[in-house]
């Protein structure tokens, strides 16, 4: 009759593979789950408040920008994360903007503060996210509709900037409505 080691180096080598391809899956599966929910990075934009924001915006000659965002809203959690928690993306809104954030809290609550819901009204919002762009001075605002990736994202926001032009929307790519 064979002899059967004893100790660590005389277990079945199937349950040391069974254990392997466990932990294989297991890390594969987690490794899925954060490529679709990334973990939050911080937003490095400085948002402020909107009962303000519109006399900062002329004191300071720089155009407001306002970002109609909702929790719900998966284009918006990419645009936070790819953005405004980028270091470039949040440095270029914080030189050229008064950036305001205006969450929408209608599905979570069952309605909006009347300030949201006023902003909303002002800029025709249907749904996120919606960037908009106002002169510093008042006059036609720019809108940017929906959300198709950083680069397009910043550009659009740097023609906005550069020129107070009549009403104009900008479909941008994918929109929580």
């Known amino acids: ?20 391809a466990a932990l294989l899956v297991a890390r594969v ?17 400085r948002w402020r408040p909107a009962a303000t924001a519109e ?15 909702a929790e719900w809203c998966g284009p918006c959690r990419a645009m936070e ?8 993306g949040a440095a270029f809104i914080n ?3 008064v950036p305001v954030r205006v969450q929408d809290r209608q599905r979570e ?6 300030l ?3 902003l909303q009204a002002r800029f025709h919002i249907t749904g996120f996210p919606t960037l908009v762009v106002v002169p510093p001075q008042g006059g036609e605002p720019v809108t940017l509709d929906g959300y198709a990736g950083k680069s397009i994202t910043l550009t659009r926001l740097a023609e906005a900037a550069g020129h107070a032009r009549p009403r104009r929307t900008f479909r941008l790519g994918t929109t929580g409505r």
Do not use: C, K, W
């Open 95 to 97: 030189g050229r903007f």
């Open 55 to 69: 006399a900062e915006a002329r004191a300071q000659g720089r155009p407001l920008l306002y970002d109609f965002t």
């Open 29 to 45: 599966v987690l490794g899925i789950h954060e490529n679709r929910n990334p973990p939050p990075r911080p937003d490095l934009v």
């Open 81 to 88: 994360h790819q953005v405004f928690a980028d270091a470039e």
């Open 109 to 114: 609550e069952g309605r909006n503060p009347p």
């Open 1 to 20: 009759m064979p002899r059967r080691n004893a100790g660590p180096t005389g277990r079945d080598p199937r349950a040391l593979l069974v254990l392997a």
């Open 116 to 118: 949201v819901d006023s």
